[in-house]
């Protein structure tokens, strides 16, 4: 068995703390920054923010639409979230860094794959999830930085 990585990153002109609140926040933040093109029916079973979430959701993916479960930990909070799907192996983890003009966000994916059916996944999914995490992250910018003007605005 071998992993992928996928990663992908973005600079996004608002405080770590508020884009670190989108993403932890699985009942309204989350679902805001999922492209719906690609994703679909973000369920929360347990929880809501933060550690010990666990979701259900769908992806739409090479003309397929896959139910996962996933647990959520933060090994850092404030700054470090991690999605780990249930029985499969695949990991995803968001972190979010402080930077001169707000935050640099980082998703990282690990994703295990096995014979041939992998090699095929090792093709393809790399160039998919990074399609996806772009337009994600252009999303969490939005979202985040509308999200930054409002809390200054008295």
């Known amino acids: 068995m071998r992993t992928l990585n996928v990663t992908a990153s973005k600079d996004v002109a608002a405080p770590p703390e ?23 029916d973000l369920v929360v079973e ?23 479960r996933a647990l959520v930990t933060e090994p850092e ?30 998703f990282d994916t690990s994703y295990p794959v096995r014979g041939l059916g992998g090699w095929l996944q090792g093709l393809v ?7 996806v995490y772009r337009a994600e ?3 969490l910018a939005t979202r985040a930085e509308q999200a930054a003007r409002s809390r200054s605005t008295p």
Do not use: Q
Request: glycine share 12%; aromatic share 10%.
């Open 77 to 106: 909070p404030g700054r470090v979230l991690v999605e780990t799907v249930e029985g499969s192996g695949i990991v995803t983890t968001f972190t979010v860094d402080p930077t001169p003009t707000g935050a640099r966000v980082t």
């Open 18 to 40: 508020v884009v670190y609140d989108l993403i932890a926040d699985y009942r309204k933040g989350h679902p805001s920054i999922l492209p719906p093109e690609y994703f679909e």
């Open 46 to 68: 347990e929880g809501g923010r933060g550690a010990g979430t666990r979701i259900r959701f769908t992806m739409k993916a090479f003309g397929r639409r896959e139910v996962s």
């Open 137 to 139: 992250l252009r999303l």
């Open 125 to 131: 999914v790399p160039g998919y999830l990074r399609k």
